[in-house]
């Protein structure tokens, strides 16, 4: 061989590798712990979808899928987190309603944008519980209101976060009730002040009030979907006495925009994909959610959380709650 040919040839290897070491980091994806932050704290539908999908994730995959709870300003905090995390694919957010739909519309100062992620993955809609205590004088919808008419003040309407704040305000306009808002920490604290007699009802989803309803904890008066839930047949759904009442929520998983697309579109696959194995797909419709078709790409993903997101500004509209 001549000397310029060899030249040529080992001119070539270093190029040779680089592409080479380039396909095996895309393919390596993940290759270590990657974190799913959850806004809230644990007990709440994001949390436990978050940890059943984390582990179905971890046996495909084999690196570690952690879970991290940053509770704190209807979810702003943790979100915000993510935003300024790498935009690498190993921090990832487990979005929801409160936190890419809602807060948009509820707060006048945000720390994040929703524009500023990319949703990978839709878990999931569910329809909110509205609980009251276990021995209200109460049955139905109707005598609740009936009831709540005639005291000389407001009730109290107790929430976790934006999902089961923005129910109740809107049971208010349509039903006519007048509500005294008291804020919690989140779902499950005012799910125990509901139990304790220091608010009459709360609207959290069917997630967070499953195990609390099954366990007669306290009692669930109606569903927020437009129809009753599967695995509740017996609860009537707010609709059947007022029929414009209809509101639902979501969760899903979302990384920064910025995320390289090679990542986004594992992720995407990756996750589906997990939400569809038999046993995990079980769990995900016992916990009252309805998944997407499997083959949702990224892009219909975010169309999803965008029609969300104008969806929940006409609902917060209607309820007549004013930015913060």
């Known amino acids: 061989m001549k000397r310029r040919d060899v030249l040529a040839a080992l001119g070539g290897l270093p190029v040779a590798a680089a592409l080479g070491s380039g ?20 007990g709440g539908s994001t949390d436990i979808i978050s940890r059943l999908i984390g582990k179905q994730l971890e046996t495909v995959t084999g690196k570690p899928f952690v879970i991290e709870n940053k509770p704190g300003a209807t979810g702003m905090i943790g979100t915000t987190q993510v935003k300024n995390a790498p935009a690498d694919g190993y921090t990832i957010l487990l979005g929801s309603t409160s936190t890419l739909a809602a807060n948009y519309s509820l707060y006048k100062t945000m720390t994040y944008e929703p524009s500023d992620f ?32 005639k005291q000389p003040k407001p009730l109290f309407s107790g929430y976790g976060n934006a999902s089961s704040r923005v129910p109740a305000a809107l049971f208010e306009v349509t039903t006519g009730v007048k509500f005294e808002e008291v804020a919690y920490r989140d779902a499950v604290a005012s799910i125990q ?18 195990s609390y309803v099954r ?12 129809e009753r839930s599967a695995l509740f047949p017996d609860i009537p759904a707010v609709a059947e006495t007022y029929p414009e009442y209809v509101i639902i929520s979501y969760s899903c998983f979302s990384v920064r925009r910025e995320t390289p697309d090679d990542i986004k579109k594992k992720l995407n696959r990756l996750i589906m994909d997990a939400i569809y194995e ?10 009252g959610f309805l998944p997407p078709p499997k083959d949702w790409t990224i892009e219909q993903c975010d169309a999803f959380v965008a029609k969300e997101r104008e969806d929940w500004t006409k609902y917060i509209k209607l309820a007549k709650i004013e930015a913060q």
């Open 193 to 210: 002040d509901l139990n304790a007699g220091r608010v009459d009802c709360v609207f959290p989803d069917q997630v967070v009030g499953e």
């Open 278 to 287: 038999p046993a995990v797909l079980e769990r995900v419709k016992q916990l």
């Open 23 to 42: 396909a095996r980091a895309q393919e390596a994806y993940p290759s270590r712990l990657v974190k799913i932050l959850v806004p809230f704290g644990p």
């Open 118 to 149: 990319t949703t990978v993955a839709v878990n999931g809609t569910i329809g909110n519980f509205m609980l009251v205590k276990q021995d209200a004088p109460y049955k139905t919808v109707k005598e609740f209101v009936e009831y709540a008419k």
């Open 215 to 226: 366990s007669g904890y306290v009692r669930a008066l109606a569903v927020t979907s437009k």
